[in-house]
């Protein structure tokens, strides 16, 4: 499933479609053709949704390439697919896309992964095992982290490169006095108390006969 481009053919194509409401999406209409564009083996399912452009946004057509494209009267997002389902799905499917380049740009960048250190294959595979594998380590920290109320599906995402910021590069002091030892923390670290609360439930992990003992109310499922 690919995003397709605008060309004068396309539009066309567009124009003469059979729109229909799209309750399902975000956009006014939607539809699906075959179309095969010039140089293509054979015709291939498009499926295009289109917004309604304000009276005042209504202005002569400018040349535009990219995932959203408009013409005088509509915006157009139009992909192309071999996918047998619904439109809806269909985009929805191709939204994941969005989401998981995220992903990567943040394992590329905070993680390490796009610093091969070798070129040999197994040595990279193992490289990129260990990347992976701090990028889901900090995932998990931060639902450690997150309110006992709070449902883990919505929370926000915390990259990597905040979470190391504020809880695995801190200043800090390791004091040892009359037999005990403790942390003393800079006057200006401002997540002093998120960052014990993290500490206290990591503590409490322990394992039980069905799994692990719950470190928090509700538990995380």
Not at 113 to 126: I, M, Q
Not at 182 to 191: I, K, P, R, T
Request: net charge neutral; hydrophobic share 40%; aromatic share 12%.
């Amino acid at each position: 499933m690919i995003c397709a481009r605008k060309t004068p053919r396309l539009v066309e194509h567009l124009c003469q479609a059979e729109w229909k409401p799209s309750p399902e999406t975000d956009a006014d209409a939607e539809c699906e053709f075959l179309y095969q564009p010039d140089g293509w083996s054979k015709p291939r399912r498009f499926v295009a949704l289109r917004y309604e452009k304000a009276r005042e946004e209504v202005k002569p057509e400018e040349p535009e390439q990219y995932q959203l494209f408009e013409t005088s009267q509509y915006i157009y997002r139009v992909f192309v697919t071999n996918m047998d389902e619904p439109v809806s799905f269909v985009v929805w499917f191709y939204r994941q896309r969005g989401g998981a380049e995220n992903l990567i740009k943040e394992a590329n960048n905070d993680a390490g992964l796009a610093a091969h250190p070798s070129l040999r294959f197994d040595v990279n595979g193992n490289h990129f095992q260990f990347a992976m594998l701090a990028y889901n380590l900090n995932c998990w920290l931060m639902l450690f982290n997150r309110e006992p109320e709070a449902d883990a599906t919505q929370r926000q995402h915390t990259t990597l490169a905040t979470s190391r910021l504020r809880f695995l590069f801190v200043a800090a002091k390791i004091w040892r006095h009359a037999g005990r030892t403790g942390v003393s923390y800079g006057d200006h670290y401002e997540d002093k108390g998120l960052f014990a609360r993290l500490v206290d439930r990591l503590r409490r992990i322990a394992p039980s006969a069905s799994g692990y003992v719950p470190v928090m109310v509700p538990a995380l499922c």
